[in-house]
């Protein structure tokens, strides 16, 4: 599967770009006027092959998760348990990525890869939180909004390959077997999801210490320090941060990853998680439908996956820029600007969630602003 979704893999249409350069010109707006919009309806023809490109809807968000045994050298301050915990939220529509995905009319697809722990029955009745009602001198506040609107309810999958990986400064976090079997978990949910109908992927993610592994793949690919490369995470402080930088350079000294080896870089280094999101980004790009990333896990995949297939990056667009600093070192080696920048840390898909109704701008204006010939209106 892996051989054969590499191989489906192109680059992008010369000719569609070209095409949607020359209509940008024609459209009512002074040339240049949309900035980085303009470039993006031009590549997102150049993916479709096709001017104008379809509008990217419906939208479809995929949250793997998984944990890691990295997680025993404390490098992050929460529990291994709240990886499971926080699946259960999803489920049950009580988080961010829910909320922005509610908003955004997309849809949600958790993928278990690799949790440790048994996964909470949820409960996705959308009972008011108590602690989350408001009041104002005595008045009654407002509840939350009814977590029955808006897209379907979550759906999970289990393509677990195995319960969490193992210590990377201890041992390879995969066997290459187990980190292709993610890679393929995540070829498949693409491919499912696309098959569905969805005309845009947007990347999701959940793992306690999974920036961890995130930093260390980003330093592998791209030859940069770990200290340039590794974040503070959930939060940690001065000397855990300082630790976690040790840690990353430990399995870095361990295991000598070769960025010419993409499987191998996973299988030492990374995520189960991290390895999925490289392969949904393949089956995308396969696919020729644009893939919206999400944070510093999502970039540190798709440096994994323009590894295997350089011309996947084609369809590949920044949805924001995280403040992991791993990840500005992950979009410069992609050649990728990110859309929105609001300092996100979060993880989960809810910048890339911010960032599609940009998309969605950028490829309506292809389709729907009139030209200067069809509107009367006099060119410069």
């Known amino acids: 599967m892996l051989e054969d979704t590499i191989g489906a893999v192109g680059p992008p249409d010369e000719p569609a770009m070209t095409a949607a350069r020359q209509l940008q010109a024609r459209l009512t707006k002074p040339a240049g006027s949309l900035g980085a919009l303009e470039d993006l309806s031009v590549r997102l023809a150049g993916l479709a092959g096709s001017c104008p490109p379809p509008v990217p ?12 045994g990295v997680h025993a050298q404390r490098v992050s301050p929460w529990p291994q348990e709240v990886t499971g915990q926080m699946v259960g939220n999803f489920l049950a529509g009580g988080a961010v990525v829910n909320a922005f995905a509610r908003q ?9 890869v690799g949790v440790a722990g048994p996964l909470p029955v949820p409960d996705p009745s959308g009972v008011a939180d108590p602690e989350r009602t408001c009041s104002l001198d005595g008045a009654a506040g407002a509840g ?3 977590r029955a609107a808006g897209p379907a309810v979550p759906r999970l999958v289990d393509a677990s390959v195995r319960r969490g990986t193992r ?55 791209t030859g940069v320090d770990a200290a340039e490369t590794t974040g503070r995470g ?15 350079r430990a399995a ?41 990333l999400d944070g510093v896990i999502a970039v540190s995949a798709a440096l994994a996956a323009a590894a295997f297939a350089p011309a996947s990056v084609a369809a590949m667009v920044a949805g924001h820029r995280s403040a992991e600093p791993g990840a500005s070192v992950a979009l410069r080696q992609l ?25 969605t701008g950028a490829v309506r204006v292809l389709h729907e602003v009139a030209t200067f010939d069809s509107a009367g209106v006099a060119e410069k």
């Open 104 to 112: 955004a009319g997309a849809s949600v697809t958790v993928i278990d």
């Open 335 to 359: 050649g990728l600007t990110p859309l929105i920048d609001l300092g996100l840390r979060l993880g989960e898909g809810t910048g890339a969630l911010l960032a599609l109704p940009v998309v």
């Open 57 to 68: 809807a419906p939208a479809a968000v995929a949250i793997f998760a998984g944990d890691h």
């Open 252 to 292: 870095l000294r361990r295991h000598h990853p070769d960025p010419a080896d993409p499987l191998g870089v996973l299988a030492a280094v990374g995520g189960l998680e991290h390895a999925a999101l490289t392969g949904f980004v393949l089956g995308a790009a396969a696919h020729r439908v644009p893939v919206l």
């Open 144 to 146: 939350p909004l009814d």
């Open 167 to 221: 210590d990377m400064t201890v041992t390879a976090a995969m066997t290459r077997d187990e980190a292709r079997a993610a890679v393929e978990v995540g070829i498949t949910i693409a491919e499912e999801l696309v098959d569905a109908g969805a005309g845009i992927l947007l990347t999701g993610d959940m793992g306690i210490a999974n920036t961890t592994p995130a930093a260390a793949l980003i330093a592998a690919f």
């Open 234 to 248: 959930t939060g940690v402080d001065d000397l855990t941060y300082q630790h976690k930088i040790e840690v990353v």
